[in-house]
């Protein structure tokens, strides 16, 4: 009589926004509790998923736990590989660097290869900067869109703000946008010479983190040394058009 086996689940981690936080201050005690029942991790990076597992206190010391690269974002067949374990019954879960593992992240190939393997995926609840900055932000968050990062070239750059703010105002729709920490003073400069000075603008940097910095108002309101707090922080940048 032959059996069937039944597989494991990939469960989706959230991790700590801000690293230097103490993470029972933004990570559900759910999360922690299924990160101690695990021993096998597909992550974004080995070094800030061991740096979150010890901020969960895995009672299992790091060196023993079978913590994983996730592959290039085309790589399906080692994906698959990776996965085998889980469709054989050994359920493993997914850490990014920060945030909601699957937004914005490579963990959205591991979800999507899981589903056509046929094994259950399961998301947990924790920080998202995306929704944290929208809540605080007072923008419309009835409609809204993310698009990640936006060209770095100043030319694609400034054409793609000019048609994010066409669709925001056409849609009464929020924009979201992030940009490499380094290059935010860039991205606010090419925001106050590209959008309107109605447009509203939020800034929310270093969500979580004792001094974050969330802020709205319209464009031609903001100034050069306020904004000088973001720098080098990770930021998200929110636009809405009238």
């Known amino acids: 009589m032959s059996t069937m086996t039944s597989s494991g689940t990939l469960y989706m981690l959230p991790s ?10 933004d990570t559900p005690a759910a999360v922690r509790d299924c990160a101690h029942r695990l021993d096998y991790f597909l992550v974004e990076s080995a070094k800030s998923a061991r740096a979150t597992l010890k901020r969960l206190e895995h009672p299992t010391p790091l060196r023993e736990l079978e913590i994983v690269e996730l592959p290039p974002e085309k790589d399906g067949r080692l994906l698959r590989e990776l996965l085998a374990p889980v469709l054989a019954g050994r359920s493993a ?18 979800a999507r290869t899981a589903h056509t393997m046929g094994i259950p995926v399961m998301p947990l609840v924790g920080p998202s900067s995306i929704l944290l900055g929208l809540m605080a932000s007072g923008l419309n968050g009835q409609s809204f869109a993310f698009h990640g990062y936006l060209p770095v070239e100043d030319g694609a750059r400034a054409k793609t703000l000019a048609e994010l703010e066409k669709q925001s105002a056409r849609l009464r729709q929020t924009q979201l946008f992030i940009e490499t920490p380094y290059r935010n003073l860039k991205m606010f400069d090419a925001i106050r010479s590209h959008c309107r000075g109605s447009t509203l603008l939020c800034v929310a940097a270093a969500l979580t983190a004792p ?32």
Do not use: H, M
Not at 16 to 25: H, T
Not at 93 to 110: F, K, N, R, T
């Open 16 to 25: 700590p926004l801000d690293a230097g936080a103490a993470c029972a201050l």
């Open 211 to 242: 001094d974050q910095f969330v802020r709205t108002k319209p464009v031609s309101k903001w100034t050069v040394e306020e904004i000088g707090r973001i720098d080098r922080r990770p930021t998200l940048f929110l636009l809405l058009a009238d």
């Open 93 to 110: 879960g997914v850490i990014s660097d920060a945030g909601c593992p699957g937004v914005a992240d490579p963990g959205a190939l591991a």
